[in-house]
């Protein structure tokens, strides 16, 4: 969750493009970051339990807060406030595991970013793709970390409620051809996030066979939209 789960992307889109060259530079920016024991730690001791997966990401809003992290030279990174998060006692109430855990928690993951369209929540959707791909090679703790990991991530995010209408008025992804529309690339910063969560959703749709990913991408792409003024 380190970097906002980018090393896992990069290693996960080499993987699955079959790019060696990606996968190296992937694999060095994971290791730069380094492991973490307490996620470790909790993961070998996590137990099942029969708690709704949504459950699992009402611990973050209990977790100290990110604001709390201790002053920095400057304004802490997300990876500081990862670390902050993962070092409290609180932090121990996130490790369990549900059943069918990878495409619940994904979806919860899914969820929890549909109802913030905060920026940082974003990569909840995308490394979860980015674990799914490499998930047979993440050893027998797997779910439990994938669970830590998220649930430090969302609560490094700061993710705040958004009103909702109840229902998500986004076109219908699955039936757009011209994706170009949708995603509106200009060639500013943002083109990367819209690709990828496009294309992160696009593949989890297709995998778990769950609409709702294609739903969210055209609901926060179309937002996305209608916030720069655009038709």
């Known amino acids: 969750m380190r970097d906002a789960f980018h090393p896992l992307i990069r290693i996960a889109f080499g993987y699955e493009w079959q790019i060696p060259a990606e996968i190296a530079a992937g694999l060095s920016y994971l290791r730069m970051c380094g492991a973490d024991e307490r996620v470790a730690e909790l993961a070998d001791t996590a137990e099942p339990s029969a708690t709704d997966a949504e459950a699992l990401f009402l ?57 913030t369209h905060n920026f940082f929540a974003l990569h ?40 909702q209408t109840g229902s998500l008025d986004g076109p219908d ?29 696009s593949r989890q749709a297709e995998f778990f066979n769950d609409p709702f990913y294609l739903q969210v991408a055209g609901d926060y792409l179309q937002s996305s939209i209608d916030a720069n003024g655009n038709d």
């Open 173 to 201: 992804v699955a039936d757009t051809t011209d994706w170009s529309t949708l995603l509106q690339l200009d060639g500013g910063p943002e083109d990367e996030h819209r690709i990828k969560l496009a294309y992160s959703c």
């Open 59 to 115: 611990i973050a809003a209990h977790l100290p807060p990110a604001a709390a992290v201790p002053a920095a030279p400057d304004r802490p990174t997300f990876t500081d406030k990862v670390r902050y998060i993962v070092l409290s006692e609180e932090f121990e109430q996130a490790a369990f595991t549900v059943d069918d855990n990878l495409r619940r928690i994904s979806r919860s993951a899914l969820t929890a970013f549909n109802d």
């Open 124 to 163: 909840l959707v995308t490394g979860a793709h980015a674990f799914r791909v490499l998930y047979e090679f993440a050893g027998p703790a797997r779910d439990a970390i994938f669970n830590l990991g998220l649930i430090a991530a969302c609560a490094a995010a700061e993710a705040t409620q958004r009103p």
